[in-house]
């Protein structure tokens, strides 16, 4: 007798069935009626914006490039050789087209291309020009900017259409101080791009779409020996819409921070192993050896030091660095070590080593200052 329930389970779900058919045939027939009947007002989509021109490309030439240095305008008192007007047709032609692959070997960044020594320049060293004219075509009130390669050997100045834009060290002096490259972007300043005061309604236009762009670059002759095929550029310049430069601009500055990323680190670290070696005084005073050691970390923590700020600042010039670490802080670590062994075995002859050890370091204090020269 329990297939009684099941004849009436079947019915149930026969009745629910029909049901749901039903339901569906209306629904779909209202929504053919729907769609058949015309809207006047048809419900679209909704769609992205999309703004077309905001874009950065870079300048791999053709440059028009010669090494020396521009005579000054008596009237306007500023460089021949960034005025736009100049003849500059017998320079040479320097592309800026990085071959494929090729890699900055400090920074990790793609689009590294040799200096002017590997481009029929070997051995010189001073002042060279790099020049450019481009065609722009941007929308009215659109903000444009300049960013500079990441590797130029050593400083520059930049013009457009003969105004500077900014540099990256510092002219002032006679030679230029010099810094370790970093980023370096320049806004255009809308009357560099749009003259005030044009001649013609022709020429206007004219000079409203070509821009003359101008490096005047400085190396210094220790170059020569520090870098790799050296000499100007080694990349392209990127130019274009403000936002989109920024962007680049960013990007390269995240590449030199993460070069250095691990100085702070190396940093921290001795700075602990210095105060933990003072910090043993304290349990033994007749032993010397933690003085000489917590001295030899704290010095470690110094020349580490002295990388970031020239790394991630202006602070300090090449020069001057170069003199603090090479004339001041390697010769004593190297000394600082000599004497941590001495006293850390308790030696007493040689009776001359110490003062040979302090001897030394100031031989090479001078050497790597000649060396420097």
């Not at 030679?175 to 020429?203: G, N």
Request: aromatic share 14%.
């Amino acid at each position: 007798m329990q297939w009684l329930p099941r004849k009436k389970s079947l019915a149930v779900e026969r009745h629910f069935y029909c049901t749901i058919l039903i339901l569906l045939w209306f629904g779909c027939g209202n929504s053919l009626q729907a769609q058949a009947a015309p809207s006047s007002k048809p419900s679209l989509p909704s769609a992205t914006t999309v703004t077309i021109g905001q874009s950065a490309v870079s300048l791999y030439g053709p440059w028009k490039f010669s090494v020396g240095d521009s005579p000054i305008d008596p009237a306007t008192h500023q460089p021949l050789w960034a005025q736009p007007g100049f003849d500059d047709s017998r320079w040479e032609t320097a592309d800026l087209t990085p071959k494929e692959g090729a890699i900055h070997p400090t920074f990790g960044v793609s689009g590294f291309v040799p200096g002017w020594t590997a481009k029929g320049h070997p051995g010189y060293w001073g002042y060279a020009w790099y020049r450019i004219r481009v065609h722009v075509e941007a929308q009215p009130g659109q903000k444009l900017a300049l960013l500079a390669p990441l590797d130029v050997d050593d400083v520059y100045q930049v013009f457009a259409n003969g105004s500077v834009l900014g540099s990256f060290g510092n002219f002032s002096a006679n030679p230029p101080i010099c810094y370790y490259i970093q980023p370096k972007m320049f806004p255009l300043p809308p009357a560099v791009v749009s003259p005030a005061r044009p001649s013609s309604a022709e020429l206007a236009a004219q000079d409203a779409q070509t821009l003359v762009l101008a490096f005047r670059v400085w190396m210094e002759p220790n170059t020569l020996l520090s870098a790799t095929d050296p000499g100007g550029f080694h990349g392209a310049p990127v130019f274009g819409d403000a936002a989109a430069v920024t962007a680049g601009y960013q990007s390269l500055w995240l590449a030199v921070f993460r070069a250095y990323a691990s100085s702070p680190v190396e940093a921290g670290v001795f700075l602990l192993l210095a105060l933990g070696a003072f910090s043993l005084i304290f349990f033994d005073r007749s032993d010397r050896v933690y003085l000489w050691m917590g001295a030899v970390f704290l010095a470690t923590v110094g020349n580490v030091a002295v990388t970031i700020i020239v790394a991630w600042t202006t602070f300090i010039g090449i020069v001057a660095s170069t003199v603090v670490t090479d004339a001041v802080m390697i010769p004593l670590l190297y000394a600082g070590w000599v004497m941590v062994w001495w006293v850390w075995f308790g030696l007493r002859r040689p009776a001359w080593l110490p003062r040979a050890a302090a001897a030394m370091a100031l031989l090479l204090a001078v050497s790597n200052l000649l060396g420097e020269d």
